[in-house]
C-alpha cells in the first residue's frame, strides 16, 4: 500500500488545474508547463524504478481495500508505458511552443495536455473496469479540447464527429460493465478474472468479450473500425496529432492487451482466434492506406493503422513471445509515431503545403530534417537494429511457432508497404532537385529537436534491446500468468 | 421587440431564491443523505441562469460581477487538494475522515472532509454549466 | 420487474440509434443523450431492482439495495452531463461556422 502509484495521475492533473489560473500569459504557463513536465517525467522514471526493481505497487484510494473500493495498480507493464507516455510528453511540450500559435497556446493547450498526460496514465494504472471508463473519459475530454484548438472550420467538422463516434462507443462501455456486473457482481479487474476463471468462461462471458473487444476496438482502430481515425488525426496542430497518434490508440491496445491475457483467456479458440484474422486484415487495410493517398499527414495517420495490427498479433498469439513482441511494439510504436508526426509537421511548415506532389529537394536547404525522417523512417518499417525490428522479429518468431505461417507473411508485406510509403515521402519531398522555396528559409531547430530527442529513445530501444527486453520478458510472463496479477491486487 | 414577462419576473424573483436556498441545503446534506456537491450545483446553476434569462446578460453581469470560468479551475483544485491532503497524514489517497462538533446557534453538526471535497464539486459544476451555456447565449 | 427496465432500457437505445443515423446534428445529440439514459438505465437493472431498501450494509440488516450500480451511474451521469454539454457547444459552433447543420453536407471532400 502506497500512494506512490497514484502520483504519476496527480502531478499532470495538478499541473493542469494551475495552468489555467494564468493561461493568458504564454510565456509562464509555457516554462511552467516544460519545468512541470521534466519534473513528472523525473518522478515517474524513479517510481517506474521502484516498480521494476520492487514489484507491483497497490493503492487502495479512501482505504477501501480491493475488491472493493478502487484500485490503482502500478505494475512494470503499466509503469512502462506511462514513463513512455511521459518522455512523448515532455517532447511535446517543447515542441508546442514554435508550432502553435499564441492563441491556441493561450486557449488551454497546456491545460488540455496535463490533463490528457493524467488520463492516459490513469487508464494505464487502474485496477478497476469502471475506472478505465472514467480515464478514458478523462483523455477523451482533454482530447476534444486539443483536437478543437484553433477552431478552424474543418477542424471543427472532423472533431464533430470524432466526438460521437467516442461518445457512442463510450456508452457502450458502460452498458458492457452493466453485463459484466450483473454476471460476475464485481467491477474490479483481478476479481472479474478470478470470478471468470472459476466458471470457466461461460458463453455470456465470451459475449461480453467480444463487446468489450468491440469498444476496445473502436479506440484502438482495429478493423473494421478504424474509418474515422485518419482524418481526425490530421487536422488538429501536429504537435496535437502527435501526442494523440502516440497515445491514444495506444490506450486502446493496452485495455486489450490487459483484458484478453488477464480475464477472457479461456475461450481463445473464439476469441484470440479472431484477433488474428483482425490483426492480417489491419495491417493489410492500413498499410493499403497508406499508399492511397499523397497527403503526407495522412500517410503517417494511416501508418498507426497497420502498427496496431501487429500489437493484436501478440494478443492473439498469447504465447511468450507474442506478447513479448506486442508490448515491445507498443514501446516502439508509441515513440516513433510521436516522432514522425513532430517531423511531418516540420516539413508542411516549411514547405506550406502537405500535398506530396508539390514538394521537391527540400533536403538541400534542410539536411537535419531530411535525415532525421529518413532514420524515422528505417525505425518505423523495422529495419535492423533498430527498435521496429526487435518488436517485429519476436512476432515472427511466436507467429511461426504457432503455425501462423499466413500471418506472418501479410505481416512482413506490410512491413514492406509501410517502407514503401514512407520512402514515397522521403523520395518526392526530401530528394530531388534543388528548388527555391517560397518564402525562404525557416528556422526550424525548435521544430527539430524535440524529434530528434525522441528518436534517440527509439534507436535506444533498438540498439540496447539488450537492456530493455529482459523487463519485457518479465512483463509478458507476468500477463501469461494472470495469477501474479490478481495475487497482487487481491493478497490472498 | 419589447415583449410582456410580467409574470416571469415576479415568479423569478420568488421562485430563484427559494432554488438557491434548497440547493444548498442539497449540497449540505450532500455526504450522506440525497444530495450532494453535483446536484446542488446544477441546481444553483439553474437559478442563476433563470435569473439571466428573466433579466438579461447585461443586468446580471452587474449584480453577479464573478467570472464563472475561474470557479472551474478552483472547484477542481479544492476538490484535488482533498484528496491530495491524505497524503500529510499518511493515509492512502481520498481518505476522509468525520466529527462531530458543537455549533453556537445550530447546535450538534457532523464535520466531514467529504464535505470539502463536495464544495470543489460545487464550484466546477457551477461554473462549467454557466460558462458552457453563457458562451452559447453570448453568441450573436 | 428487471424485464420491464430492460425493454425500456432496450427502447432508449433503440430510439437513440435512430436519432443518431438522423442527418440534422440536433438529433444526433439528442441520440447520444437517449443513449447514455438507456445505459444508465441498464446498469441500475443490472444491479437488481428493489424498492424500500438502503443502500447500507450493517449487521442484522437483511434487505438492502447495492449501493456498487448507483455510485457507477451516478458517476456515468456526470460524465455524459460535462460531454452532451460540451457536444452541443461543439455542435452549435460547428453549424455556424460550416453554415449547415446537415451531416450530409459536412462529410468534407478529398481534396482538403
Known amino acids: ?492 | 421587440m419589447k415583449t410582456n414577462d410580467l409574470i416571469l419576473r415576479t415568479t423569478t424573483a420568488l421562485i430563484a431564491f427559494i432554488l438557491l436556498a434548497f440547493s444548498i441545503y442539497l449540497f449540505l446534506a450532500g455526504h450522506n443523505a440525497p444530495g450532494g456537491g453535483f446536484i446542488g450545483g446544477l441546481m444553483t446553476a439553474a437559478a442563476i441562469i433563470l435569473m439571466y434569462m428573466t433579466y438579461g446578460l447585461d443586468t446580471m453581469n452587474k449584480v453577479i460581477p464573478l467570472n464563472f470560468k475561474l470557479l472551474v479551475p478552483i472547484g477542481l483544485l479544492i476538490a484535488t487538494l482533498t484528496g491530495v491532503g491524505s497524503f500529510v497524514f499518511d493515509q492512502p489517497f481520498l481518505s476522509q475522515t468525520y466529527t462531530y462538533v458543537h455549533l453556537p446557534i445550530l447546535g450538534d453538526a457532523e464535520l466531514a472532509t467529504a464535505m470539502l471535497f463536495d464544495l470543489g464539486v460545487y464550484l466546477t459544476v457551477i461554473g462549467i454549466t454557466l460558462t458552457i451555456i453563457l458562451s452559447i447565449a453570448d453568441d450573436n | 420487474m428487471e424485464i420491464i427496465m430492460s425493454v425500456l432500457a432496450g427502447i432508449l437505445f433503440a430510439t437513440g440509434v435512430y436519432n443518431l443515423l438522423q442527418k440534422q446534428l440536433l438529433r444526433i445529440v439528442i441520440g447520444t443523450a437517449l443513449i447514455s439514459h438507456g445505459a444508465h438505465l441498464f446498469i441500475l437493472t443490472m444491479g437488481k431492482l428493489k424498492t424500500g431498501a438502503p443502500p447500507i450494509l450493517v449487521k442484522g440488516v437483511e434487505q438492502y439495495t447495492d449501493p456498487l450500480p448507483q455510485a457507477l451511474i451516478l458517476t456515468s451521469i456526470v460524465i455524459s452531463f460535462g460531454v452532451t454539454s460540451l457536444l452541443l457547444v461543439l455542435a452549435y459552433r460547428a453549424a455556424t461556422l460550416n453554415k449547415t447543420d446537415n451531416m450530409e453536407e459536412l462529410r468534407g471532400s478529398e481534396d482538403e
Not at chain 1, 23 to 47: D, E
Request: glycine fraction near 10%; aromatic fraction near 14%; hydrophobic fraction near 55%.
Open chain 1, 1 to 492: 500500500m502506497s500512494n506512490l502509484a497514484i502520483i504519476p495521475i496527480i502531478i499532470p492533473l495538478l499541473c493542469g488545474i494551475i495552468a489555467i489560473f494564468f493561461h493568458k500569459y504564454v510565456k509562464a504557463v509555457r516554462l511552467f508547463s516544460q519545468v512541470m513536465s521534466i519534473i513528472n517525467l523525473g518522478v515517474v522514471l524513479w517510481i517506474g524504478w521502484l516498480v521494476l526493481q520492487n514489484g507491483t505497487i497497490t493503492l487502495a484510494t479512501g482505504g477501501w481495500e480491493a475488491p472493493y473500493g478502487i484500485i490503482i495498480v502500478a505494475d512494470p507493464l503499466a509503469m512502462l508505458l506511462v514513463i513512455t507516455s511521459n518522455i512523448i510528453g515532455t517532447a511535446c511540450v517543447f515542441y508546442a511552443q514554435s508550432s502553435l500559435s499564441k492563441k491556441q497556446e493561450q486557449f488551454y493547450f497546456y491545460t488540455f495536455y496535463f490533463l490528457l498526460i493524467s488520463g492516459v496514465s490513469g487508464a494505464f494504472l487502474t485496477g478497476d473496469l469502471f475506472n478505465l471508463f472514467v480515464f478514458y473519459e478523462v483523455l477523451l475530454m482533454a482530447s476534444y479540447g486539443l483536437i478543437v484548438l484553433g477552431g478552424e472550420r474543418i477542424q471543427l467538422r472532423e472533431s464533430l464527429k470524432y466526438v460521437l463516434l467516442n461518445l457512442f462507443s463510450s456508452m457502450l462501455f458502460v452498458t458492457t460493465i452493466a453485463y459484466l456486473y450483473s454476471v460476475v457482481g464485481t467491477i474490479n479487474m483481478a476479481q472479474i478474472a478470478d470470478r471468470v476463471q472459476q466458471v470457466d468462461q461461460t458463453g455470456i462471458l465470451t459475449t461480453i468479450g467480444m463487446l468489450l473487444f468491440f469498444v476496445f476496438a473502436t479506440k484502438g482502430a482495429i478493423f473494421p473500425l478504424y474509418y474515422w481515425l485518419p482524418k481526425s488525426y490530421i487536422v488538429p496542430n501536429p504537435v496535437v496529432s502527435a501526442l494523440f497518434g502516440a497515445l491514444l490508440t495506444k490506450v486502446g491496445i493496452y485495455s486489450i492487451i490487459r483484458t484478453f491475457s488477464l480475464i477472457f483467456v479461456h475461450e481463445t479458440n473464439i476469441t484470440h482466434d479472431l484477433f488474428l484474422w483482425l490483426a492480417g486484415f489491419t495491417m493489410v487495410f492500413g498499410a493499403i492506406g497508406a499508399l492511397s493517398t499523397n497527403n503526407v499527414k495522412l500517410i503517417i495517420a494511416y501508418n498507426i493503422i497497420p502498427a496496431v495490427g501487429f500489437m493484436l498479433m501478440g494478443i492473439g498469439l498469447l504465447s511468450q513471445d507474442g506478447l513479448a513482441g506486442s508490448v515491445y511494439y507498443l514501446l516502439h510504436d508509441m515513440i516513433i509515431k510521436a516522432v514522425l508526426f513532430l517531423l511531418i509537421g516540420a516539413l508542411v511548415y516549411v514547405a506550406g503545403t502537405s500535398d506530396l506532389t508539390k514538394m521537391k529537394g527540400i533536403i538541400h536547404h534542410y539536411p537535419f530534417l531530411g535525415w532525421l525522417f529518413f532514420l524515422a523512417a528505417l525505425v518505423l518499417a523495422g529495419i535492423p537494429p533498430f527498435s521496429g525490428f526487435i518488436g517485429k522479429i519476436l512476432l515472427i518468431q511466436g507467429g511461426v511457432e504457432q503455425g501462423q505461417i499466413m500471418l506472418v507473411v501479410v505481416g512482413l508485406g506490410s512491413s514492406l508497404l509501410i517502407l514503401l510509403s514512407m520512402m514515397r515521402i522521403f523520395m518526392r519531398c526530401f530528394w530531388g532537385e534543388k528548388e527555391e522555396l517560397n518564402g525562404g528559409l525557416k528556422p526550424i531547430r525548435s521544430f527539430t529537436w524535440p524529434a530528434a530527442f525522441l528518436l534517440i529513445f527509439s534507436v535506444l530501444l533498438g540498439v540496447g534491446a539488450e537492456w530493455v527486453y529482459p523487463y519485457v520478458e518479465i512483463i509478458a510472463n507476468d500477463l501469461l500468468d494472470p495469477s501474479i496479477y490478481i495475487d497482487s491486487v487481491l493478497k490472498e
